[in-house]
Every structure is written in structure tokens, then in C-alpha cells.
T-cell receptor
Framework: GAVVSQHPSRVICKSGTSVKIECRSL??????MFWYRQFPKKSLMLMAT?????????EQGVEKDKFLINHASLTLSTLTVTSAHPEDSSFYIC?????????????FGPGTRLTVL | DAKTTQPPSMDCAEGRAANLPCNHSTISGNEYVYWYRQIHSQGPQYIIHGLKNNETNEMASLIITEDRKSSTLILPHATLRDTAVYYCIVRANTGNQFYFGTGTSLTVIP
């Protein structure tokens, strides 16, 4: 299957700082990427849908000014957690879909563990 | 919103078949049933999907009832590496987003 990477895999930051997480499709061009958040022992919650070259679509209850998403190229989407607080500590996972691959499949990255002190 | 119901946890003996049920009584005619699994602290991994016919691949089999209101994922010979949370998701083929439910935590016991 197609490969999606995330960087960094783990990050620890101080409260009030901003953190950027990268999601890359390594062997295909992803017109659409998705960002999820997962708290311990909970399921994945979709945060936003990111389309290359346009603004992201956020799920209800997700603050777009706090979770900035940029999908500037067909292989890279970034999620920036601005003014992070301890309650933002979570496992952030991206996924990608691409034309040419089976429309119904999504490929997930390995996740980024964010800890805000 | 998730449209599926799964038991929260199951155990299975190593080498035996693991049968994971999923209820999706409100599934629409154009919605597929997808199964993903997530091993601890990793991203979800695609397993299989189907519309109404039973499906089989190298990982698993998917049995969908005739009324499509429920399905069962079968891992024919479970190994310790199959210990994971298994998610059943319904989505239209033209759909975009996946909405995850609570999943079933499968523990394969030696």
C-alpha cells in the first residue's frame, strides 16, 4: 500500500508555544489529507479535511484558529497547534487519499505524540 | 458520526479464528463496510472492505448479512501480532471522511 509519514513522531513542548506536525505522502500525490486526534484509550476523532490548494474544512467543535492546517503541495500537509495547552496533549494522526488509488482507501500515518507541559 | 456498534473487547486463543461482529443497522444502500485495525500507538491499518458480497483477502474475510445490517470480520488463524483495536466503519463509496467508532479491542492469548 501507499506510504504516509509523519514528523516528528514525538514532541514535547511548553504551554503557550506552537507546534508544527508534518504529514507526507511518500509515493503518491495526495489531493486530500485528513487530520485526526486520539486521546488515550479513545477512538480517533476527525478534526479536519485538507484539500491541496484550498482551505481546510473543520469538523464541528474544532477551532480552526487553534489548529492551523496548510496543504500547500500534493505531498505535504501540516498541522500547527497554536498556543498549546496541556489539554492539547494527544496522539495526532493524518491520513491521505489520492486519485488513481482505490477511491475508498485511505492510508494512515504512524501518528505524532504531542505532550504539552 | 459513527454509525456502527461493536463489542468493546474480545479475547481469542492463538491459532484459533477470531470473529469480530459489527452492527450497522442504519447502513444506506450506497455505503460500504470497512475494517481497519490499530496496533497500540500506531496509525490505523486497512484490512478489508465490502458492499454486500462476502470478501476475502490475505489478511481476513468479511461476511456481510443479506440485509446488510451487520457484518463479521474473521481472522482465520489469529496470532499474537493480531492484538489490536479493530474498527468497523461504514461510508459511501463517493464519501471522503472516515468516522471511527469505539472499536473492539482484540487480545490474542498464547
Amino acid at each position: 500500500g501507499a506510504v504516509v509519514s509523519q514528523h516528528p513522531s514525538r514532541v514535547i513542548c511548553k504551554s503557550g508555544t506552537s507546534v508544527k506536525i508534518e504529514c507526507r505522502s511518500l509515493d503518491f500525490q495526495a489531493t486530500t489529507m485528513f487530520w485526526y486526534r486520539q486521546f488515550p484509550k479513545k477512538s480517533l476523532m476527525l478534526m479536519a479535511t485538507s484539500n491541496e490548494g484550498s482551505k481546510a474544512t473543520y469538523e464541528q467543535g474544532v477551532e480552526k484558529d487553534k489548529f492551523l492546517i496548510n496543504h500547500a503541495s500534493l505531498t505535504l500537509s501540516t498541522l500547527t497547534v497554536t498556543s498549546a495547552h496541556p489539554e492539547d496533549s494527544s496522539f495526532y494522526i493524518c491520513s491521505a487519499r489520492a486519485p488513481g488509488l482505490q477511491v475508498n482507501e485511505q492510508f494512515f500515518g504512524p501518528g505524532t505524540r504531542l505532550t504539552v507541559l | 458520526d459513527a454509525k456502527t456498534t461493536q463489542p468493546p473487547s474480545m479475547d481469542c486463543a492463538e491459532g484459533r479464528a477470531a470473529n469480530l461482529p459489527c452492527n450497522h443497522s442504519t447502513i444506506s444502500g450506497n455505503e460500504y463496510v470497512y475494517w481497519y485495525r490499530q496496533i497500540h500507538s500506531q496509525g490505523p491499518q486497512y484490512i478489508i472492505h465490502g458492499l454486500k458480497n462476502n470478501e476475502t483477502n490475505e489478511m481476513a474475510s468479511l461476511i456481510i448479512t443479506e440485509d446488510r445490517k451487520s457484518s463479521t470480520l474473521i481472522l482465520p488463524h489469529a496470532t499474537l501480532r493480531d492484538t489490536a483495536v479493530y474498527y468497523c466503519i461504514v461510508r459511501a463509496n463517493t464519501g471522503n471522511q472516515f468516522y471511527f467508532g469505539t472499536g473492539t479491542s482484540l487480545t490474542v492469548i498464547p
